[in-house]
C-alpha cells in the first residue's frame, strides 16, 4: 500500500521560503505512469492545485504561483518536495502532497489524484 | 483559465439520492475526477476518468459527464456521506489542473 507523508515546519515568518518535503514509502517515484503534486487547503477553503512533477523532470505550475514555486523529484531518496518562495499570512494552509495519474504520450494528461498525504498545516506569523 | 462551478451546498434527506453538479465549459470533453473530504482529513478519490470507482469506493457513489456538466449521484444516503466534495479536471490547453470549489453535502 502506497504511503505518503509530508514534512516540514509548522510556521514561517512573512518574506521567508517553506520547504517541505514528501515521503513515498511503498511504492517507487520512478515509475513513469505517474506524476506527484502539491495541493493546499487554507483555512475554512477549497483545495487549490500548486503544482505536479515527474521523476523525469517534467513539471507544470498553477500559473498564480508560478512565480514563486518550485517541485522537485528525488528519486534517490523516493520523495519529492516543495518551495514556496515570499510566504505571506495568504499562503497559510494545509498542505497536501500527493500521487497523480498520468498519460504522456507525445504530449501529457494528467488524471486523479489517488493517494494523499494527510496534510501539513503551514501558518505564516512573525 | 478553466472554470469549474460547483454549488456551495446540497442538502438531501437520508435514504434519498443526492447529485452533485460540476460545470464548465464543454467539461464532457475532459476527464472528470472526485474527491470526498471529511473534517480534519485528507481527500478521498470517488470516481475518477468520469464514471470509473476506484477499489473500496462503493457502488452507491457514480459519476457521469454529458455537455456542460458532470454530476457526481450518491444514493441511498447516509449520515456518514456528509462531507465536502470536489470535482477536478486536467486542462490541456493550460496545462494546469482545476479543482470545483467544492459542494458542503448535508443528510439531513
Known amino acids: 500500500q502506497l504511503q505518503l507523508q509530508e514534512w516540514g515546519p509548522g510556521l514561517v515568518k512573512p518574506s521567508e521560503t517553506l520547504s517541505l518535503t514528501c515521503d513515498v514509502s511503498g511504492g517507487s517515484i520512478s515509475n513513469n505512469d505517474y506524476f506527484w503534486g502539491w495541493i493546499r487547503q487554507p483555512p475554512g477553503k477549497g483545495l487549490e492545485w500548486i503544482g505536479s512533477?515527474?521523476?523525469?523532470?517534467?513539471?507544470y505550475y498553477n500559473p498564480s504561483l508560478k512565480s514563486r514555486v518550485s517541485i522537485y523529484v528525488d528519486r534517490s531518496k523516493n520523495q519529492f518536495s516543495l518551495r514556496l518562495m515570499s510566504m505571506t499570512a495568504a499562503d497559510t494552509a494545509v498542505y497536501y502532497c500527493a500521487r497523480q495519474d498520468s498519460n504522456c504520450g507525445g504530449e501529457c494528461y494528467l488524471y486523479n489524484f489517488d493517494y494523499w498525504g494527510q496534510g501539513s498545516l503551514v501558518t505564516v506569523s512573525s | 483559465s478553466y472554470v469549474l462551478t460547483q454549488p456551495p451546498s446540497v442538502s438531501v434527506a437520508p435514504g434519498q439520492t443526492a447529485r452533485i453538479p460540476c460545470g464548465g465549459d464543454?467539461?464532457?470533453?475532459?476527464?472528470v475526477q472526485w474527491y470526498q473530504q471529511k473534517p480534519g482529513q485528507a481527500p478521498v478519490l470517488l470516481v475518477y476518468?468520469?464514471?470509473a470507482r476506484p477499489s473500496g469506493i462503493p457502488e452507491r457513489f457514480s459519476g457521469s459527464n454529458s455537455g456542460n456538466t458532470a454530476t457526481l449521484t450518491i444514493s441511498t444516503l447516509e449520515a456518514g456521506d456528509e462531507a465536502d466534495y470536489y470535482c477536478?479536471?486536467?486542462?490541456?490547453?493550460?496545462?494546469?489542473?482545476?479543482f470545483g470549489g467544492g459542494t458542503k453535502l448535508t443528510v439531513l
Open positions: 512533477s515527474h521523476n523525469s523532470g517534467s513539471t
Open positions: 464543454g467539461i464532457e470533453t475532459k476527464s
Open positions: 476518468d468520469d464514471t
Open positions: 477536478q479536471v486536467w486542462d490541456p490547453s493550460t496545462d494546469h489542473v482545476v
